[in-house]
């Protein structure tokens, strides 16, 4: 691999020698592994050499070329070679990055084309004929909040620790946002090349992140902060084993050295930037560099799924609440996660000045959902929009419903075999309704009873002989499933299976062995929160391969509701119902976003009688807040362009017209839950809506 380095300055040599001394305390002792073993498996005695560069005393190894190392040599940290002598090391990667003035400079190290007048599409000529309509606006916006304005004449002289201010994007899952933040994290680096992003994201985001920087030819390096191997962009040259800690300080020293960005996952920054570790532990001197480093070298800080640190008692908000500049963006398809205080958390994290608004806000929000009075309720929200309106840019998704095929959303009442409405009677029995537990036993008895013999319970169910006959029949979602996956099959269409538990995906994935003799790996995929994101990623890949053999991707929709693409996939089952609705709503955007080529069936499957109707139902009061809160940013609640239109469901009609199928189901709601909200509430826009919900 070829290193992006010319010379190699007196850090590098610090570096070496921190390795060194790391990696000492993990060796074999050396009565025990003889010195030829040791450099074998990399741990080398390093010495230098001036004619050849740092090279092992014991072996052939060349740590590094004497053309990367220039002088004044310091003391040699390491043992000294005979033919030269050294003086001290005055400077560490540490003390560089310390002693840094965080602050950009001003427009005078761009390109002086730059200075010319017009407006920051200028700075990249063609690029608004790349992005959609919405893009557009956001791009536009993100510059008004951060910057202050989109005219270069106005923003040469700023620098970018000047003015400026946090911004919340809220476009639909699916909709283009990392490619919008791409764009004007492009622009405003040639603005200001000085500039440090950072992106915090979940961590199996920061690969779709490095995936669309390649895509879209992004000329500025992304350092993710935690891949544990160097990406060949740094400011060393590295031939040798690092430990985890010294990579970290290189991508740490490559990102403040040269224009770049750096990428971390919301563990990780709450890891290295909080006061005190986990542990309750006080940091060492090298946790303090890095805290600091984090907290204050940040030009712009963009939080992907900003959504994530919402919750006030979380040390992530704490700690990124500590970020020092205020340019701060926020990416979120659902900011509006459970309640108003969630959203009040999100909001101040994007604009910290909010936080002077508490008062109002509470006053505004606090009383929402007791309120009877209709007209005094939407008149609360409408002012609740009108406070946020200024720094939360809102798409709703219409550009999905102009460029996709089509969304058909189908809610699935099954009708339980006997042996699960014996469970459901004896559950409630048991256990406690609001319990983890409780919820947790329903979704196993409701995919298939037979589940409950893993839960090792010896209380719960009073008769286990019962669970151990029972047949695929025993479990009506399991069945409902297995033939949806066949008849699927036929007509060449990939299924993507959500549940929030783990073992309702083991259990499926046995039975498609057994009734398909599918190979896990081949005809189907597994993905859970354990597999790394090399292994998500690669799963990801087979299953978007229209040539690819997979047919189905079992996955837990904890770990895959955030920023993947599962395009592959044209029918999306959600086995079981949380009390998020976003999180679910991300989930199916995982299939209907841009680049789907098929109209996307969605079958949030729900067992007459159980719980999981409430919490179902639950969920629509929560979007319906959602939805009124976020109308798009300037065009009011404009819902009504959405199209009514789309294809019947061949599949799911076969299903319920078939003799040994049709007993399982007990009602079929066809979601139009935009057209429904139009409908009722129509009025606040002050705006006729004739549009009407279709009917089961």
Avoid at 91 to 98: A, G, K, M, P, V
Wanted: charged residues 25%.
């Amino acid at each position: 691999m070829q290193y992006e380095l010319h010379v190699l300055d007196l850090m590098s040599i610090y570096l070496c020698h921190y390795l060194i001394v790391e990696d000492e305390d993990s060796l074999l002792p050396k009565d025990e592994v003889d010195r030829a073993t040791l450099c074998h498996q990399g741990y080398h005695q390093l010495i230098l050499d001036e004619e050849v560069g740092l090279r092992c005393e014991f072996c052939p190894h060349v740590q590094l070329e004497i053309k990367y190392i220039v002088p004044d040599f310091s003391i040699n940290p390491f043992r000294k070679s005979d033919r030269r002598d050294s003086g001290a090391m005055n400077n560490s990667i540490i003390d560089e990055l310390r002693s840094q003035d965080w602050c950009g400079d001003s427009l005078s190290n761009c390109d002086p084309q730059l200075r010319a007048e017009g407006t920051v599409w200028d700075i990249i000529p063609g690029i608004k004929n790349s992005l959609y309509p919405h893009q557009c606006e956001g791009f536009e916006f993100i510059w008004k909040n951060i910057a202050g304005g989109i005219h270069l004449q106005k923003l040469k002289h700023q620098t970018t620790c000047a003015g400026g201010s946090g911004c919340i994007i809220s476009h639909a899952p699916g909709t283009g946002k990392t490619r919008l933040t791409i764009v004007f994290l492009q622009t405003y680096m040639k603005l200001h090349p000085t500039c440090r992003p950072v992106i915090v994201a979940p961590r199996s985001m920061l690969l779709t992140w490095e995936e669309e920087f390649r895509k879209w030819d992004f000329d500025i390096p992304f350092h993710n902060l935690n891949k544990n191997e160097l990406s060949g962009k740094e400011k060393l040259r590295q031939d040798g084993h690092m430990n985890i800690s010294v990579i970290r300080m290189v991508k740490l020293y490559s990102w403040k050295k040269d224009r770049s960005i750096l990428g971390i996952s919301y563990t990780l920054f709450e890891k290295l930037a909080g006061e005190v570790n986990k542990k309750g532990k006080v940091r060492t001197e090298q946790d303090n560099h890095f805290r600091k480093i984090l907290l204050e070298v940040p030009g712009i800080v963009v939080l992907d799924e900003g959504h994530v640190a919402r919750n006030p008692d979380s040390r992530i908000l704490q700690v990124l609440s500590n970020i020092k500049t205020d340019k701060r963006i926020i990416l979120s398809g659902t900011p509006f996660q459970n309640n108003f205080y969630e959203l009040y958390n999100t909001l101040c994290l994007a604009r910290p000045v909010f936080e002077d608004k508490e008062g109002k806000w509470l006053s505004l929000t606090s009383s929402i959902t007791k309120v009877t009075d209709d007209r005094l309720k939407y008149e609360k929200l409408r002012k609740v929009r009108d406070m946020i309106q200024p720094f939360v840019h809102v798409h709703k998704g219409f550009i999905l419903q102009e460029k996709l095929p089509g969304l058909r959303d189908s809610l699935v009442i099954l009708q339980p075999s006997q042996l699960q409405k014996s469970l459901f009677e004896e559950l409630r029995d048991h256990f406690v309704r609001s319990s983890f537990k409780f919820d947790h036993y329903e979704s196993l008895i409701s995919l298939h009873p037979s589940l409950l013999l893993q839960c090792g319970d010896d209380s719960f169910p009073s008769d286990k002989h019962k669970l151990e006959k029972s047949n695929l029949e025993a479990g009506v979602k399991a069945k409902f499933l297995i033939e949806l996956i066949r008849l699927s099959e036929a007509v060449n269409e990939k299924v993507l299976v959500f549940s929030q538990f783990l073992e309702p995906l083991a259990f499926i994935k046995d039975q498609l062995k057994y009734h398909f003799n599918w190979n896990e790996g081949k005809e189907m995929l597994y993905m859970d929160g354990k597999h790394s994101m090399e292994q998500r990623q690669s799963s990801i890949n087979v299953f978007n391969d229209p040539t690819s053999e997979a047919r189905v991707l079992l996955a837990s929709i904890k770990a895959s509701r955030e920023g993947i693409n599962l395009v592959g996939a044209s029918r999306v089952v959600l086995l079981d119902v949380v009390w998020n609705p976003s999180v679910e709503r991300q989930a199916i955007c995982r299939a209907y976003r841009l680049g789907q080529k098929k109209i996307v069936y969605i079958y949030h499957l729900i067992a007459s009688g159980a719980r999981e109707e409430a919490k179902y139902y639950r969920q629509t009061e929560k979007d319906l807040l959602s939805e009124l809160v976020f109308c798009s940013s300037g065009r009011g609640c404009d819902q009504q362009k959405i199209s009514r239109t789309v294809s019947d469901d061949k599949i799911l009609e076969e299903m319920v017209q078939h003799d040994k199928l049709k007993y399982m189901f007990e009602k079929i709601a066809y979601q139009q839950k935009e057209s429904k909200l139009i409908e009722t509430y129509s009025w606040l826009e002050k705006e006729p809506v004739t549009s009407s919900p279709s009917s089961p």
